[in-house]
């Protein structure tokens, strides 16, 4: 099937099998690496990618569904500079350890921080919940998403 | 000569963080080689019998993609991967031993090919009866899976008269304890690259804990000399022990694919395939007794813990040993008297998981603790100070504590984090808080059982720009060593941290420095990287000294602003560099360390196991539901004497994670096995805490100084996740005033108790 989309502020065309997993073209098919499956069940959201801005756990997103839509991953975020106070934060606060849900972690932030730029802790705790990590423990990482809504606020 | 003046920076950040916020960081399903083939497991559909052939293997061979199809009879080198004795095979050659086992491979084209081919498999087989539970497999009728009459292994303590001492006693306790598995969840699940050499060796590259263990199963099951082996570890997605003995299995399996197709094969477990097949933590049955004075003085600990080793034994002789050893807990007790047996069963296998045998066992210890706290009528705070390990107490081996023991210190400042108070029960209402305590200590390190690989090598080179790399053979998986290693580098050498880059292990480039396990990294690699750091700063004060016109003695290197200063003058860190470079002096050390002095006697059990002993308390406040029976952890204040932190945020998030790890071990984490079958191979089915399981755990460090560490560093990675399960199950009962005695305590267990309480 072939599909149209926007990926990163690109528009991106290609023939693809249409129940291939959305996480599965990212990598293999349009060299996005950063979307990590950690399950390929929709458990662990170390693949969130956002959709029409919307997180979605990217291992359960069939690629035909993304047609016509828009698709953006960290490499987007990062190359037009709008998730840098959210990586700066996790950096900062000690909230990396394996490192490999981070970019998972940083886009469930982004999402929460666009809609709500002074979430309380409880909001924090509540909007990276389908986010697993076994490393830190957590705390780390609220504390880097309440400090990059500081820089956040910070730098508008 | 004068010692370098550190650095002292409390904001610095990991020296990986920047490259894993940026996405970019090479995990293992990030790395691609041309022309690179994919490989699946066909694995054993019974728990224990003979496959007496894959009856379609010729169609398999023929399904589209499929390149290759391997069996035990196809390995060229021994059918055994190595651990601690020599009884896993790479590939089941006809007795399978557990639901699961790896039986076959295939090599194809992609991934779906691979794994549909590996999903056909149909086999003929003729099924054994099986046993699954450790106490099963003791008695003498049952079904031998394992070992002599199944027993893995067997380990003892015999310290003093235990009779004597429960007759001296006037409050006796004691209880039985069950655990069940606990699974690694490691977010990046196991993968590997066998990539065949042109000169007839192998290359792997892999998210794994110990490269060295990995070679030494290539060489046993290719046949290729050690020379012809090169291991790389790629950026790894948590461990937590996961990765000590599992990666060896799959990196033979690809070893044996690449080498029959002569291409680069992948192997990457999915998340049920993980599951179903990797070493777990120990399902335990613990029994331990404790006596005391009214005076609340410990006269007397017996203890017997039988832990399930699975199928075969991997790590199970250590774990059982790491077990006995602490099991009367960090006390100062005149008898003990303690077995320890790893049982052989028709299960999966299990290996290393943070704690090693000490989760389980001090799990036990520290309930009972309460419990004779509470038969004493005294605080359970006052009962562990009365007996709690001191400078000049004995442990259970008759080891004497030198120095560098803060225990009393932990349990006084965990206690004081959350106002330690019991509830006992007494709250009114459905939803009921109550409070728990624990203390534990930890051997650093592979111990007298693990000696053989208590070492570590590191190289230091300086570049002719001042920046400097380290090759290490401990490897970074989340835990923060390779900031250790760069800030005990940089530290040394009098540069800045910005200049040295920590690489990643590559067993070609530094001799067989061990495994990365048993909380060793910072103590043992760290000193590994302290002694090549120490020779070429070394050469760099003779450089200065003799450019000043001073003696080597005389140079003060400062780390802080990176100059070798003296009372004639200074020079930069850089500078220095440039003038050794003009002198074509030596600028690259090797570094060595190994630990030395372990010891225990097999027949009682008595000696000094190991040289350095970190040390924990662990404070919480749980509030339970007495409705739906759902703890929430409120409060938990883990409190651990590492001698010095070398890199501080790191260290408080290994105890964050560690105690999180512990609080899932505690509640929620259930695996379901049914006649040796996983039913829940799934992060649905078995559930880790997430963000809202979790609480803010407060750190606590404390530093007592330990002179074998680096800048008296010890080991922290597993202390975090041993004495915490106790902590919340204590609390628990102070809430509701029912005693659990065993993980994960869920729920419907505590609605049930609950209920029976108001009939």
Known sequence: MKINFILNDNIVNIDIRPDKPLLRMLREDLGIKSVKEGCGRGECGSCTVLVDNKPVASCMVPAGQVHTRKVTTLEGLESSGEIKQIQDAFVKSGAVQCGFCTPGFMISAYSLLTGNPNPEREEIRAAVSGNVCRCTGYTKIIDAIELAAEYIRRFK | ?759
């Open chain 2, 1 to 759: 000569m004068k010692e370098t003046k550190r650095v002292k920076r409390d904001s610095d950040i990991r020296v990986d963080a920047r490259i894993k916020v940026s996405g970019k960081a090479r995990f293992i399903e990030d790395v691609e080689f041309a022309n690179m083939l994919h490989g699946a497991t066909i694995r054993s559909p019974i728990p224990h019998g003979r496959i007496a052939s894959i009856v379609n293997l010729e169609k398999i061979r023929n399904m589209p993609g499929v390149r290759a199809v391997v069996t035990a009879n196809d390995i060229p080198g021994e059918n055994i991967v190595p651990f601690v004795k020599q009884d896993y095979p790479c590939l089941a050659p006809d007795e399978v031993k557990f639901h699961g086992q790896a039986v076959a491979l295939v090599a194809a084209e992609t991934v779906e090919e691979a794994r549909s081919a590996a999903r056909s498999a149909e086999f003929e087989y003729e099924e054994y009866p099986a046993v699954f539970d450790a106490v099963q497999a003791m008695k003498p009728d049952a079904v031998h899976v394992g070992g002599e009459d199944n027993v893995h292994s067997y380990f003892r303590i015999r310290k003093g008269d235990v009779d004597k001492g429960f007759r001296e006693a006037d409050v006796i306790v004691e209880g039985v304890f069950n655990n069940k598995h606990q699974v690694h969840c490691y977010l990046e699940n196991q993968g590997v690259v066998a990539v065949p050499e042109s000169g007839g060796g192998i290359s792997v590259y892999g998210s794994m804990q110990c490269p060295f263990y990995v070679q030494n199963a290539l060489v046993k099951v290719t046949g290729i000399r050690y020379s012809g082996i090169k291991v790389v570890q790629t950026v790894t997605g948590g461990g937590f022990g996961g990765k000590e003995d599992v990666p060896s299995i799959l990196a033979s399996h690809a070893a044996l694919l690449a080498l029959r197709t002569q291409r680069p094969v992948r192997i990457i477990y999915d998340r049920e395939e993980d599951f179903i097949s990797m070493s777990k933590r120990h399902p335990a049955r613990t029994r331990v007794k404790y006596g005391a004075t009214k005076e609340g003085k410990i006269t007397a600990c017996e203890a017997e813990y039988i832990v399930n080793g699975g199928a075969f034994c991997t790590l199970s002789p250590i774990v059982a040993w790491r077990g006995v050893v602490h099991i009367s807990g960090p006390y100062d007790i005149p008898n003990v008297k303690a077995d320890s047996y790893a049982m052989a069963t028709n299960t999966v296998p299990c290996g290393a998981f943070r704690g090693f045998g000490q989760t389980q066992a001090n799990f036990a210890n520290e309930c009972l603790m309460d419990e004779l706290a509470e038969k004493l009528d005294m605080d359970p705070v006052e009962l562990r100070k009365r007996n709690i390990l001191k400078t000049g107490s004995r442990t259970s081996t008759g080891q004497v504590i030198g120095e560098s023991c803060g225990l009393e210190e932990t349990l006084i400042k965990a206690a004081e984090k959350i106002n330690f108070k019991q509830h006992f029960g007494r709250d009114k209402g459905i939803r009921k808080k109550g409070m728990g305590i624990s203390t534990t200590f930890y051997g650093v390190g592979l111990g007298a059982e693990g000696e053989y690989f208590a070492k570590a090598g590191a190289q230091v080179y300086v570049k002719e720009d001042g920046s400097v790399i380290v090759a290490i053979g401990n490897v970074e998986m989340g835990q923060g060593s390779n900031t250790v290693f760069n800030r005990i580098c940089a530290d040394t050498l009098g540069c800045p941290y910005e200049s040295v880059e920590v690489l990643q292990p590559d067993t070609t480039r530094v001799p067989d420095s061990g495994p990365t396990v048993a909380s060793r990294s910072t103590m043992v690699g760290g000193r590994a990287v302290l002694d090549a750091a120490r020779q070429v700063c070394d050469t760099f004060r003779k450089v200065a000294a003799d450019k000043l016109g001073v003696k080597p003695f005389d140079i003060e290197v400062d780390a802080v602003d990176s100059r070798y200063r003296c009372s004639r003058g200074e020079m930069s860190y850089f500078e220095v560099v440039n003038e050794a470079y003009r002198r074509r002096e030596k600028v690259a050390a090797q570094g060595w360390y190994r630990v030395e002095g372990c010891t225990f006697d097999q027949e009682t059990g008595q000696g000094n196991p190991y040289s350095v002993y970190t040390y924990s308390a662990n404070a919480c406040e749980v509030e339970v539901d007495t409705e739906t029976g759902q703890v929430t952890v409120t409060k938990f204040a883990a409190a651990h004497d590492i001698g010095k932190a070398i890199h501080m945020i790191s260290a408080e998030g290994q105890i964050q994670g560690g105690t999180v790890q512990a609080i899932g071990y505690a509640l929620h984490e259930n695996l379901v096995l049914e006649n040796g079958r996983i039913l829940n191979p799934s992060l649905t089915g078995y559930t880790v805490p997430t963000s809202l399981d979790a609480c803010d755990v407060i750190p606590i460090i404390v530093e007592h100084p330990h002179g074998e560490g680096p800048f008296g560093a010890k080991g922290l990675g597993e202390p975090p996740m041993i004495g915490s399960a106790a902590a919340i199950l204590n609390a628990i009962y102070d809430a509701t005033g029912i005693r659990f005695r065993h993980t994960p305590c869920l729920p419907e267990d505590i609605v049930k108790e609950l209920s029976k309480l108001s009939i």
